[in-house]
């Protein structure tokens, strides 16, 4: 069961007796027991305890119905409408709980008693007269069970009265912890000598039949459950969850009751014209301060409908848990038992489960998809810490933890990472999305800036600063001090904010390096609880994690730029495989083409763009579709003596994917391009631009001219041309050796930020 609201559906039931109507106290009972059923799928039930026959009236019932269903509360069973556990009305069940009743004389769990009234009461001055506190004198508890039975066959008046523990018992409540008297119960009346069962009998027979798993009440009824406790375990029967509810009082702190029907009735507010919506959002909201929740239970209107309290109800409760944490409310049992010890019990079984945990092969992820089992879970946790499973080390981080805590399995899924430190993989699988966005950082430290520095830098600098406070000094004050002196150095520029990120941006990296990047816990709080050597080891380990996954990025982008050199077009020129005078090879590095026209069909120009558009690719990536779009035509082999290159490239060359632009002799002159090629020229293609880079656009398509080769023969009125090209060479040069300063820059930084501390 879950810190707030069970795990499976719950039965709860109002329970009214017929002695008056209902009021403003009664209604918020029944809202309470109606929104718990709800809210987890579970069973309302109506049950009426009418066994007080000298109060009874006459037309409580039907009032009672017609007060609920315009409050707008529904119910599953009840006296009106039946249901698998009935009857409803206690005087219906009468012999169930005579049966019951003598089943507890059998195994000696009560006994008759044949006092008169008239003795009980002068016992009872007696007793308050002394300044004693009036109990039962035990006048009968030695009348053996044979006398008993006798007397009883003679018609002799007599009640039954049950044998209470020797010692108090303890009655658990989900909202005022275990409540335990200091003296032992009374030996309490259970049957009444008009053959009735008293409330506290009927209530315990008639929830465990019902099969109640809820029992939500006002907290007048908190010293009686101890009673209801002993009488399960004197059966063995499970007791119901019970949560008592604080009472309404009127101004002078007494409470109301039946007796303020006319000013707090439900009729009376019906008869006023007052909204049901109203009535019930005063009445869930009474003693209880939504304003000190920081939480999205209650929009600006300062009002909920009953289908939001239903699904809001968690958040009632959530304040008396907060204050269970932070000690205002002083109930060491309660937050022992109903959170300390669940987490406890959950840490150790998955601890259990790591240490014979295999990791799986990871290469990348987010941290902790909605998707995430237990397997990828353990995956992500590395040792534990030493005090981690303590109550006391897990109350303080409760106390840290500003999320919510509705369920402690996800309490610890949510703060995994303040009881284990984060694993390799689990800084691995981080990275990308602590660097998502993020570029241009910059820190700065005491004596200088560095500017566009890496994330392993900045940790770096965090663990160093940390380091220099001693043990001793390891303090909320000073770490904090500190800590906000390290964020506020940093500063970095987001992409995804379109902002320069400068006011405590240094916390993302002390939240990815400590709890990789999961958010809830507050940092500085936390550093204490982890203590100074945890603290300064996951930075360390952070540092090296995120160092290691720099350097692939860094060889990543050398390979990158690798490709973007070797990207040249190359044209091998090759001899006449004919000729047994074969030429030495010899290759040429030249641009991509440019200027190469397409021949567009007059008859079908729509045809030709279609036709020609998977052989071009887009020049700017950022505008794909309006060009320039350089060659996409394979890299060929070409003989040496062919003839001198024409400039352009007609459809069919596009198409087919052949270049026909072969060299001849110096002294041949210009090839008609579309002439039959001989049958001693052969085209080769080498390779070709990937398929995926194609992007195909309008247009206009075109390709320059080859650059200039030593080995082609000199061509007429070229000047303009070859001037062109040396332009272009040297553009590339520049290009280059750009390229080489950015990555020797890169290597650099790289390098500082491996060897600063001289380790890797």
Request: proline share 6%; hydrophobic share 35%; charged share 30%.
């Amino acid at each position: 069961m879950g810190l707030f609201l069970p795990d499976s559906p719950a039965r709860t039931r109002f329970a009214p007796s017929p002695t008056g109507y209902l009021h403003l106290g009664s209604l918020r009972t029944a809202l309470f027991n109606y929104l718990l059923a709800q809210a987890t799928g579970g069973q309302f039930i109506i049950r009426l305890e009418d066994t007080d026959q000298t109060r009874f009236v006459e037309d409580a019932e039907q009032r009672l119905y017609q007060d609920l269903t315009w409050a707008g509360l529904s119910w599953d069973e009840g006296p009106d409408r039946g249901g698998p556990y009935g009857p409803y009305k206690q005087s219906d069940r009468l012999d169930l709980y005579r049966q019951h009743a003598s089943m507890l004389l059998e195994r000696d769990h009560a006994f008759r008693c044949f006092c008169s009234k008239e003795e009980l009461e002068f016992n009872l001055k007696q007793s308050t007269s002394s300044g004693a506190t009036a109990h039962y004198p035990g006048t009968c508890t030695g009348i053996s069970q044979a006398e008993s039975n006798r007397r009883a066959a003679n018609g002799e008046p007599h009640t039954i009265r049950f044998k209470s523990s020797e010692t108090p018992v303890s009655a658990p409540d989900l909202v005022y912890g275990a409540y335990k008297k200091a003296e032992r119960e009374d030996n309490f009346i259970i049957m009444k000598s008009d053959g009735y069962p008293t409330y506290h009998f009927a209530n315990v027979v008639d929830d465990h039949f019902m099969k109640i798993t809820h029992v939500i009440r006002g907290a007048e009824w908190l010293i009686s459950t101890p009673k209801h406790v002993e009488l399960y375990n004197a059966f063995g029967w499970q007791p119901p969850n019970f949560a008592h509810v604080g009472l309404l009082v009127d101004q002078q702190r007494q409470k109301l009751s039946k007796r303020d029907i006319d000013n707090i009735g439900i009729s009376v507010f019906r008869d006023t014209k007052v909204l049901p919506e109203a009535l019930l959002n005063f009445s869930v909201l009474l003693g209880w301060d939504p304003g000190l929740q920081n939480k999205p239970h209650l929009d600006k209107r300062g009002r909920l409908t009953l289908d939001e309290m239903k699904q809001n109800l968690k958040y009632f409760q959530n304040r008396f848990i907060r204050d269970l944490i932070s000690g205002e409310v002083a109930d060491p049992p309660a937050l022992g038992n109903r959170i300390l010890k669940p987490i406890q019990a959950e840490l150790q079984r998955l601890d259990e489960k790591l240490t014979t945990h295999k990791p799986r092969n990871k290469t990348s992820g987010s941290v902790l998809p909605a998707g995430m089992d237990e397997f990828d879970f353990l995956d992500h946790l590395s040792t534990r810490m030493d005090l981690a499973f303590e109550e006391t080390y897990i109350h303080a981080v409760l106390k840290a933890w500003k999320g919510p805590i509705d369920d402690h399995s996800q309490f610890i899924r949510d703060n995994m990472y303040a009881f284990w430190s984060p694993s390799k993989l689990a800084y691995k699988d981080s990275f990308a999305d602590l660097q998502d966005g993020m570029r241009r950082i910059v820190l700065r430290k005491q004596t200088r800036s560095l500017e566009n520095t890496d994330i392993s830098r900045v940790l770096l600098h965090f663990r160093n600063r940390l380091a220099l406070i001693p043990d001793d000094e390891w303090t909320l004050e000073e770490v904090g001090n500190r800590a906000k002196e390290l964020v506020d150095a940093v500063e970095y520029y987001d992409t995804k904010k379109e902002q320069i990120m400068n006011h405590g941006a240094g916390w993302r990296f002390f939240r990815w390096a400590l709890f990789n990047g999961m958010s809830g816990l507050s940092v500085v709080p936390m550093m204490l609880i982890l203590g100074r050597e945890e603290t300064l080891q996951r930075l360390r380990e952070a540092r090296r994690a995120a160092a290691r996954r720099e350097e692939v990025a860094l060889n990543a982008m050398k390979e990158k730029m690798q490709e973007l050199k070797d990207s040249r077009v190359r044209i091998a020129y090759l001899g006449n495989p004919k000729k047994e005078d074969t030429k030495q090879v010899q290759v040429a590095e030249v641009m991509e083409a440019r200027n190469v026209k397409v021949a567009i069909k007059k008859d079908d120009p729509e045809e030709t763009i279609s036709d020609t558009e998977h052989f071009l690719r887009a020049m700017h990536e950022a505008r794909p579709d309006q060009g320039p779009f350089p060659s996409q035509v394979p890299i060929r082999e070409y003989t040496l003596n062919a003839s001198p290159p024409v400039q352009f490239l007609d459809q069919t060359e596009f198409k087919s994917g052949y270049r026909s632009l072969l060299h001849g002799t110096n002294n041949e002159g210009q090839r008609d391009r579309r002439k039959q090629m001989r049958p001693d020229y052969r085209l080769k293609p080498l390779g070709s631009i990937p398929q995926d880079m194609v992007a195909p656009g309008p247009g206009p398509f075109y390709a320059g001219s080859v650059v200039d080769h030593p080995l082609r023969p000199p061509f007429p009125n070229r000047a303009v041309h070859a001037g062109a090209a040396e332009n272009e060479r040297r553009v590339r040069q520049d290009m280059d050796k750009a390229s080489n300063v950015s990555l020797a820059e890169a290597e650099k930084n790289l390098q500082r930020s491996w060897l600063e501390r001289g380790d890797k």
